[in-house]
């Protein structure tokens, strides 16, 4: 049809490094201000809707008109500090480039089902910094350098993968090598390991200036350190960062949130709201244990500490609860301790067990799958948790449910015996600038 003509060439006009910032970063068009209001707009559509299903739970009666409308605060989204290149961590691919050289290393446009993958440089992308395109830049000249072929498929042979290049603020730069070995053997490998250690060092890379270069060998997608040990092949095994004024160790495959400043804003609204600075709590309200669940490397309960006696963290991974014991250490930070586990399984029998001196308030920051039905079962019943901190990077998806699940009417049936929780205040902080993604922050209390 002639409409779909059209379409196809207005598609065409696009270039292709247009469609990749329409998908890494699609408001790269818009003004930051136009930005900020677009998704405080968002968050504010997504709590009217938590408003209506409440309502619907609590009054059922309730006209129409009012069922959808904000009953507690939405304050004004905080901006980033930092709007450009702001990532600490990028990842970049390779495969056919647009001159289909198999060795182009950047980002990905197409599917592999329509057969219609481009690599596309990213040099042109707003949240990318200078120091990850210079050593993405390298390092697909190294791999044209190289006599091995670049891992496409990995059923279809060849060697050289993606680089992740990790940097903080004070420009220290790690970056981590994947390596499909095929059929060579460590010999043969330890050939090529050594040519990407003199181009990085000696060689053209060395302006790269980096203080850690990682191999990862792998024969799978994705990779646990574990499972395939990252070699360290030059420099330090870490990056440090600070937040808040807490140091922070960054190993190779750590957790870490991506924009650094940004981070500072996210944790200093969380913990104000989950315990006040003292001079606002008073006596009555004071703080006696903080429950981190989904901790990660501790960065949010190690920068709350001083103002509670005691903070207990729970982390699946278990390199994020080594990370977060040396950062308690790094820090002299003596009131913290990290559970290794499923929040799901440690949880229950943990919260039954904090006694302490005043109240105990929990902050919950999950992955976008939202906690497990059990963890938020654990904190609904455990009565001395008064306030409940909930971080979210995708408020309209699971965690949906858990917020109902955390404020609705006691449900015998679901095992929801606890007083309901209620919102009472919510707070965007813009972590992301150039994406449509935004954390949202709710305080619930009871």
Not at 50 to 58: H, V
Not at 394 to 413: I, S, T, Y
Not at 418 to 423: D, T
């Amino acid at each position: 049809s002639k409409q779909r003509h059209k379409k196809s060439q207005k598609v065409d006009c696009v270039s292709l490094e247009e469609r990749l910032a329409d998908v890494v970063t699609p408001l790269w068009r818009l003004s930051y201000e136009e930005q900020l209001e677009l998704k405080q707009k968002q968050q504010e559509r997504i709590l009217c809707q938590l408003c209506g299903y409440l309502s619907d739970d609590f009054q059922p009666q309730a006209p129409s008109h009012l069922r959808n409308k904000l009953t507690f605060p939405l304050l004004p989204i905080r901006p980033s500090p930092v709007r450009d290149g702001y990532r600490n961590k990028s990842t970049f691919s390779v495969n056919r480039g647009m001159d289909g050289n198999p060795k182009t290393v950047g980002f990905y446009i197409g599917t592999g089902k329509k057969a219609n993958i481009v690599c596309v440089n990213g040099d042109h992308l707003l949240n990318m910094p200078e120091k990850h395109k210079l050593v993405a830049r390298c390092y697909q000249d190294f791999i044209r350098l190289s006599p091995l072929e670049p891992c496409l498929l990995f059923h279809s042979g060849g060697h050289w993968r993606e680089i992740t290049v990790r940097t903080n603020r004070e420009g220290h730069t790690m970056a981590i090598v994947y390596f499909h070995p095929q059929t060579l053997s460590p010999q043969e490998i330890a050939v090529h390991k050594a040519d990407l250690v003199d181009y990085f060092t000696l060689g053209p890379g060395s302006v790269c200036q980096l203080d850690s270069l990682f191999f990862q060998e792998s024969t799978m997608t994705r990779t646990t350190h574990e499972d395939s040990p990252y070699q360290l092949l030059h420099g330090q095994p870490h990056i440090y960062e600070e937040v808040l004024s807490f140091r922070f160790r960054i190993s190779a495959d750590a957790f870490f949130q991506v924009n650094q400043a940004a981070a500072e804003v996210l944790y200093s609204t969380a913990r104000d709201l989950c315990v006040p600075h003292p001079s606002v709590q008073g006596d009555r309200t004071r703080v006696g244990t903080l429950l981190d669940v989904c901790c990660g490397t501790g960065a949010f309960g190690i920068t709350t500490s001083p103002r509670v006696d005691r903070v207990v963290g729970v982390e699946l991974m278990e390199q994020a609860v080594e990370d977060a014991h040396h950062n308690a250490s790094l820090n002299r930070v003596l009131n913290c301790e990290f559970i290794p586990g499923r929040a799901e399984v440690v949880l229950p029998g943990l919260v039954s067990q904090i006694g302490c001196r005043g109240s105990v308030a929990a902050v919950v920051n999950p992955a976008r799958a939202g906690l497990h039905h059990k963890v938020v079962r654990a904190l609904r019943n455990q009565p001395d948790i008064r306030r409940l901190v909930y971080v979210s990077c995708k408020p309209d998806g699971e965690a949906m449910r858990n917020f109902r699940e955390l404020c609705c009417a006691p449900d015998p049936q679901k095992k929801l015996t606890g007083e309901a929780f209620s919102p009472s205040l919510a707070l965007p902080v813009d972590m992301f600038p150039h994406t449509a993604h935004c954390e949202l922050v709710i305080l619930f209390e009871r």
